[in-house]
């Protein structure tokens, strides 16, 4: 489970990034809901971290003119794919909005594979990814303020998986909720059962 957990956690930090790099989107996220999932799909367009993934021919065949011998190595192009331009206008600018008109074809958007999930290797976590990345963007433009010092975000495609230099440095961050804090328990126990602290009144406190 590590391994898809900092899959995850890679693309809230893109989202950060795409939140730096473009601050006019910072308050249309905060005001409108439909905006959360475009960002966080342009965000998995945009940054695909894992850039191919290979394979082996089990069976020779022909594809759109190209023979693929039996037993050769392939990569499929995922960073290229989610770039093309023959299927994405523009596909060098991060732009959200493109992903309130996309088709939702299973071939040009491939971050996590492509193709059909129950008959090939499509990442099965996708969808969990999907939903952790719209959890991310709202917790970074609704949930928290912060402030970004001085630091090298720069991003090396050479670098598998690509990351920015610096990761996401944040600092001075601060709640825009405000704290509750829940009824207090009744009382504490240790792991067999000693109870360790009472809380007859079950107090409820708010800052
Ligand atoms: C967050 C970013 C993630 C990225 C970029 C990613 C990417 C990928 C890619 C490229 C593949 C191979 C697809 C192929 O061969 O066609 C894959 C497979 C897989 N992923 Fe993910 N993944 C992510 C998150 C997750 C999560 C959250 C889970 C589980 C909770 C997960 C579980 C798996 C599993 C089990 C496979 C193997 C599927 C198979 O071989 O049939 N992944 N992933």
Redesign the pocket.
Known sequence: ?L???V??A??ITFAAVALWDHPELRQRLQEDDDMIEPFAQEV?RYY???PF?A?VVRDDFDWQGYRFPKNTRVL?D?YGTNRDRRTWIDPEAFRPERFKQWNGSAYNFI?????DYYR???????W??IE?AKVGTTALTRMMRYAVPDQDMSISINRFPMVPRSRFLIENVASLIPVREETAPEATYDLIGKQLQSNERGIRKEH
């Open positions: 489970m391994r898809p957990i899959a995850v890679r693309f998995r695909a971290f894992f993934v394979a499929l995922l971050t996590q594979g492509g193709g090939n290797h499509r990442c099965p976590g996708e969990i990814t952790l």
